[in-house]
């Protein structure tokens, strides 16, 4: 059993940065995937980054909001994703939450986290 806790959100002027976590707790996993989706009200819960754990190196993926703006990362040992997110708007306003995809001993899990509020707005 895995859990996550993301972290990092608040309140920040337009044109600021901030700078997500989460954060995974429990049993040991090795990290497949992890993902970071925004839900906005009144809107869709989308997919702003994501990062994929390969041999050949780290695949990273980001939408076209997020391009340019946003950095996803991870610390070697697979238990902390981040989410550097620069020059905000208020577009970017809404509930972050992450997900991960991982294996424990014996098989592919995912998981949640609660979420993080992001407010953008001067």
């Known amino acids: 059993q895995v859990q996550l806790v993301e972290s990092g959100g608040g309140l920040v002027q337009p044109g600021g940065s901030l700078r997500l976590s989460c954060a995974a707790s429990?049993?040991?996993?090795?990290?497949?995937?992890a993902a970071w989706y925004r839900q906005a009200p009144g809107k869709q819960r989308e997919l702003v980054a994501s990062?994929?754990?390969?041999?050949?190196?780290?695949?990273?993926y980001y939408g076209e909001s997020a391009k340019g703006r946003f950095a996803i990362s991870r610390d070697n040992a697979n238990n902390t994703v981040f989410l550097q997110m620069n020059n905000l708007t208020p577009e970017d306003t809404g509930v972050y939450s992450c997900?991960?995809?991982?294996?424990?001993?014996?098989?592919?899990?995912?998981?949640w986290g609660q979420g993080t509020q992001v407010t953008v707005s001067s």
């Open positions: 429990g049993s040991a996993f090795s990290l497949n995937f």
């Open positions: 990062i994929t754990v390969a041999g050949g190196g780290d695949i990273k």
């Open positions: 997900y991960f995809n991982l294996r424990t001993t014996i098989r592919n899990e995912q998981y």
